[in-house]
């Protein structure tokens, strides 16, 4: 009981919140602002602690050679995972058309930049123009990289560069601390948010969305218990499930009630070293894949175009319709970034390359808003199961031996 303690603390929250929710209906906004504070405290951590975990292990890696061999096999974990994910929405949507008989009226969105191109997007999303810039939340994907560069310029420097490596070894142990401070009070934030999620979104659940909901959650949450356990047992056989699901409850409910990839770095990180993840692998895996690693923003990607298909009554159901649809969900888990709203990039994504008129947009705003905590659930607890695969085909079974240990 005692290793899973705070995450019953955390459900209890929750299970409290939701009720608070449902008998305050709209008034239980009130509660919104002890959830902000809780998400403000981790937006403000994360920076620094993305910026210093990445730094420090590249900086202190004396074997450069393994970083490239961690990273060659994120990314295949990240696309196969992703892959995976889009087929078995596209499997679902197929038995149950999301938006058959849906009749929604459209209307113009305002203030929408149809000046900016897919490549000034990507731009956007690996860069700033400005050194201050990057220190903030808007920016990971730019900040991972710099860290990233950071990291591998003070490896380089050799014996001028280990004062500095000591820092950013010292750093990122200071913001793991921090992290464990402000953790002391996410039962109090994430449960007045989670208040705050159903009395506000609960009343749109019974809006014309509710097909595609129906098609969405239970996938969603089948993909999360079936598709991770599968993906725990081929990263550590009966024991990386047991470590898994003993350790994953904590981010997963953090990110069901956050909405927010980047909020769950810290609880993620702190997981995935119970798990006995190797700080290398997990201090490069859990950043990263918190921008470019979304198993659920996949399953809703396929969900809003299976649903504008329906709507426009076009035709989604053939091999080439499939194959665009699979490489659209990847391409819009690469370029969105892991703070709430940040699929609004995904969906203009989805409209321009399709061709659907910008008036649908709404349309996917308001389906991406009502499918964002589960998508950003798996999204975030997909994370911490990669790093499970990767410490797999980096380390072999060896890895095992690491979360076989008690944890000190």
Do not use: C
């Amino acid at each position: 009981m005692k290793a899973y303690r705070f995450p019953l603390f955390l459900i209890a929250a929750i299970i409290i919140g939701s009720i608070l929710g449902i008998v305050l209906g709209e008034q239980a906004e009130v509660l919104k602002p002890l959830g902000d504070i809780f998400l403000n405290l981790m937006f403000t951590i994360v920076v620094p602690l993305v910026f210093f975990s990445i730094s420090a292990v590249i900086a202190n890696m004396s074997n450069l050679k393994r970083l490239g061999t961690i990273m060659t096999w994120m990314m295949v974990v990240f696309i196969v995972t992703g892959i995976i994910a889009s087929i078995v929405m596209i499997a679902a949507v197929t038995i149950t058309p999301p938006a058959q008989g849906v009749q929604i009226q459209l209307e113009t969105p305002e203030n929408i930049d149809e000046s900016i191109s897919l490549g000034e997007q990507i731009v956007k999303a690996i860069t700033v123009p400005d050194f201050v810039e990057i220190f903030s939340r808007t920016s990971m994907l730019a900040l991972i990289i710099m860290s990233v560069l950071v990291g591998f310029a003070t490896n380089l420097a050799g014996q001028e560069g280990r004062i500095f490596a000591q820092f950013l070894k010292s750093g990122a142990a200071v913001m793991r601390r921090l992290v464990g401070i402000i953790m002391y009070y996410a039962p109090i934030g994430l449960g007045a948010y989670f208040a705050a999620l159903v009395g506000v979104f609960g009343p749109e659940l019974l809006g014309s969305y509710v097909k595609a909901m129906i098609v969405y959650y239970p996938v969603a949450i089948l993909y999360f218990l079936i598709g991770f356990t599968l993906y725990a047992f081929i990263a550590g056989g009966k024991t990386g499930i047991k470590v898994f699901w003993k350790n994953i409850l904590t981010p997963s409910i953090t990110a069901l009630s956050t909405g927010s990839s980047v909020a769950t770095i810290p609880a993620n990180l702190q997981a995935t070293e119970k798990m006995g993840v190797h700080k290398d692998v997990r201090d490069v895996v859990i950043p990263l894949g918190a921008s470019i690693h979304m198993d659920g923003s996949a399953l809703a990607a396929i969900l809003k175009i299976a649903f504008l298909f329906g709507i426009f009554q076009m035709d989604f159901f053939s091999f080439q319709t499939f194959a665009i649809a699979v490489g659209i969900s990847l391409l819009v888990g690469t370029v969105m970034s892991g703070v709430p709203g940040g699929g609004f990039i995904g969906e203009m994504l989805i409209i321009t390359m399709y061709g659907f008129p910008i008036e649908a947009l709404p349309i996917l705003a308001i389906l991406g808003t009502l499918v964002d905590p589960p998508a950003t659930m798996v999204n975030a607890s997909g994370d911490a199961v990669s790093s499970m695969l990767v410490s797999r085909a980096v380390e072999g079974d060896e890895w095992m031996e690491e979360a076989e240990r008690p944890a000190s």
